[in-house]
């Protein structure tokens, strides 16, 4: 590639990449770009995958005893007071997912 490539062509460069199965030194000599670049373009690739992931937030937790004779239910109270009951055993990214929506 002896012409200057904007930034969105190497993005799909590095994600050609990523589905090839190669190694990056294969995937350079077979694209004709230097190895540096190439290496410079999946690091940058792969970091804004990383920042595009939401971070998970721990939250304070206060453990009550349960009161005889009821299910087994779980309670999550999120900061703006909406309550999620769920069932024990069920999934917890699920409850985190959903604690997240309400939050939004």
Not at 55 to 63: F, S
């Amino acid at each position: 590639m002896a012409k200057q490539v904007e930034k969105p062509e190497w993005a799909r460069v590095a994600e050609a990449f990523e589905a090839s199965g190669q190694t990056q030194r294969e995937f350079a000599l077979a694209r004709g770009v230097r190895l540096s670049t190439s290496q410079s373009w999946v690091y940058r690739a792969r970091r804004a995958a990383l920042v595009r992931v939401e971070p998970v937030r721990l939250l304070p937790v206060q453990v009550a005893a349960s009161s005889a004779g009821t299910d087994a239910l779980l309670e999550v109270v999120a900061a703006s007071g909406a309550r999620v009951r769920f069932a024990v055993g069920t999934d917890v990214a699920y409850v985190a997912r959903l604690v997240a929506a309400l939050g939004r």
